[in-house]
């Protein structure tokens, strides 16, 4: 069984930071990568950005680039989303998923959410 944490969410003013951390737990649970997605009532859950456990590659959603900056901490299987200039936009809820490689197959596990909130 494979838990995912995140905490850090809130409610901030636009232009200013917070920061979201998300740990996977588990007995057999080695991360391939780990990502943080969000979605708002009415819309698909979306990419925010991605980071590969080996190598360390990164991918960011177009709308947060230069604002957002995700990192991980290798033993902790911990992966944090560093949010700076927050805009209103940015509202959303916030999962985290960690994925596990399973043969040629990736298995993916979610969080529960974190809220945040910017107001303008």
């Known amino acids: 069984q494979v838990q995912v944490v995140e905490s850090g969410g809130g409610l901030v003013q636009a232009g200013t930071s917070l920061r979201l951390s998300c740990t996977a737990s588990?007995?057999?649970?080695?991360?391939?990568?780990m990502a943080w997605f969000r979605q708002v009532p009415g819309k698909e859950r979306e990419l925010v950005a991605l980071?590969?456990?080996?190598?360390?590659?990164?991918i960011y959603a177009d709308s947060v680039k230069g604002r957002f900056t995700i990192s991980r901490d290798l033993y902790k299987n911990t992966v944090y989303l560093q949010m700076n200039n927050l805009e209103p936009e940015d509202t959303a809820v916030y999962y985290c998923?960690?994925?596990?490689?399973?043969?040629?197959?990736?298995?993916?596990?979610w969080g529960q959410g974190t809220q945040v909130t910017v107001s303008s």
């Open positions: 998923a960690a994925d596990k490689r399973i043969g040629t197959s990736t298995q993916r596990y």
């Open positions: 588990g007995r057999t649970f080695s991360a391939y990568a």
């Open positions: 980071i590969r456990w080996s190598g360390g590659d990164i």
